[in-house]
């Protein structure tokens, strides 16, 4: 089993930044692949981000490339995602997501799942 739990979310104004962390803990080792997700309100949830276990592939929506940038530190079991130039359709609740089997943009092939955090971005 694998935990994960996210932080970081907050209300700013649109330009602005935040910065969300993951943290995994667990008796599982270092979780092979690692996510963001969000939901806006009255829609569905959607990929943002994943990152492979080495850190060396990265994967992106077209809505947030060269805005967000993802990183992960496996000796501290931390994934981070690094939000600029934030905007009011990027509002919506973030989900961390790990898998010990899967990398990618599909939110089935996560099996753990965060509480997740609010961001807010105000226009």
């Known amino acids: 089993q694998v935990q994960v739990v996210e932080s970081g979310g907050g209300l700013v104004p649109a330009g602005g930044s935040l910065r969300l962390s993951c943290v995994a803990s667990?008796?599982?080792?270092?979780?092979?692949?690692m996510g963001w997700f969000r939901q806006a309100p009255g829609k569905e949830r959607e990929f943002v981000s994943a990152i492979t276990f080495s850190g060396s592939g990265t994967y992106y929506a077209d809505s947030v490339k060269g805005r967000f940038t993802i990183s992960r530190d496996n000796a501290k079991n931390t994934m981070v995602l690094q939000m600029n130039r934030l905007r009011p359709e990027d509002t919506g609740v973030y989900y961390c997501?790990?898998?010990?089997?899967?990398?990618?943009?599909?939110?089935?092939?996560?099996?753990?799942w965060g509480q997740g955090t609010q961001v807010t971005v105000s226009s």
């Open positions: 997501a790990a898998s010990v089997t899967y990398y990618g943009r599909s939110s089935a092939g996560y099996s753990y």
């Open positions: 667990g008796r599982t080792s270092t979780p092979y692949g």
